[in-house]
């Protein structure tokens, strides 16, 4: 991955869901780069542990409850000025089949997936032109936005949502200068807080036309690039960073057509 330090040495950052594999590695990207961190998660051991480990700012905050995402924001204006950079990580995806699903538990998952990227850009955004900043929010999102599967439908609906919001507040927030882009992960074999089964994570490999799962600088060296000034002419828009996953219909090549193509 490409040394960040000449532009994120002292960049003030916030990355929600920081213990989760993707916020976790998104972090540990931007602290390699020598970024003052602010990280956020709903679980508190594990942030704990991670902001302990980078030397990262940290506080535990449940984006479904609007009292901590207003002390979040509150939080974030009380230790900077205003943050240079809003990572948009956090996100709930549990099978939703339609059946078994109530109104609550939608409500949840569009909390802390829709309202809670919409609310913390708001105190960003507000900030950041207050202080005259030129800005970056990055939203991540997921290939399920493009190619649903059945019984994520909420979770599809949601990330939708968040590029739809994502391409909308990047022509509303242009004229202060700041930025606001998607990128969309590839799929990761998760971590010690999500763990998945090695059955489970080889049919998913089998369906990467690239042959392998997202590894820990995949997406964050996206992150980085749209966050940094060799993308200032980048906005409103979404960088898939899935292997070929959601490129198109592919079907895993035969061991005969495997044998064939190595001759």
Do not use: C
């Not at 700041?178 to 807080?193: C, D, H, K, L, M």
Request: charged content about 20%; hydrophobic content about 45%; aromatic content about 6%.
């Amino acid at each position: 991955m490409r040394d960040y330090r000449d532009q994120f040495s002292g960049a003030r950052v916030v990355v929600t869901g920081a213990a989760g594999i993707f916020g976790t590695w998104i972090a540990e990207a931007f602290a390699r780069a020598g970024a003052d961190l602010l990280l956020t998660d709903a679980r508190p051991e594990p942030l704990a542990g991670l902001a302990r480990r980078l030397g990262a700012r940290h506080l535990a905050a449940d984006l479904a409850d609007p009292e901590d995402l207003r002390v979040l924001g509150d939080a974030v204006a009380g230790t900077w000025q205003a943050p240079d950079v809003l990572i948009n990580n956090a996100g709930l995806y549990p099978r939703t089949p339609l059946a078994t699903t109530g109104p609550d538990a939608v409500r949840r998952i569009l909390d802390v997936n829709v309202v809670a990227p919409f609310e913390l850009s708001r105190r960003a955004v507000d900030a950041m032109t207050r202080a005259g900043v030129p800005g970056r929010i990055v939203n991540i999102s997921s290939g399920a936005a493009v190619r649903p599967g059945a019984g994520g439908s909420v979770y599809a609906a949601s990330k939708a949502a968040v590029e739809t919001l994502t391409r909308s507040l990047a022509l509303e927030v242009a004229r202060h200068g700041i930025r606001v882009n998607t990128v969309q992960p590839g799929f990761a074999p998760g971590s010690e807080v999500s763990a998945l089964s090695e059955d489970h994570v080889s049919r998913m490999r089998d369906r990467i036309p690239l042959g392998r799962t997202s590894g820990p600088f995949d997406a964050p060296a996206a992150v980085l690039w749209l966050a940094s000034e060799e993308a200032s002419f980048v906005t409103g828009t979404t960088l898939a960073v899935d292997g070929g996953r959601t490129a198109g219909d592919w079907t895993p090549p035969s061991r005969e057509q495997t044998r064939e193509g190595g001759r």
